[in-house]
């Protein structure tokens, strides 16, 4: 990698894709890991509906429907 230490803008560059990649896998698995309620309670509250069973991806899907949703935009944050 000595192309990278003779171009301080690009080795800039690669260390900035780099830690945003990291970030990116982070948040993804955090967010697998906190669908896993959701599933479980959605599946608690209509177990005796069998056919509206979710799976762990459909739960991840509603938290991230939820988020957008009900989430606060940036002008509420200021006040």
Excluded at 1 to 24: C, N, Q, S, W
Excluded at 58 to 79: D, H, M, P, T, Y
């Amino acid at each position: 990698m000595g192309f990278l230490d003779d171009t301080p803008l690009l080795k800039r560059i690669v260390e900035v894709g780099y830690a945003m990649f990291i970030i990116i896998i982070l948040s993804a698995i955090v967010g697998l890991i906190l669908a896993f309620p959701v599933m479980w309670l959605w599946n608690f509250v209509f177990k005796n509906f069998p056919q509206i069973s979710i799976n762990v991806f459909q739960a991840w899907a509603l938290n991230v429907l939820a988020g957008i949703l009900f989430g606060k935009n940036s002008a509420e944050r200021k006040k």
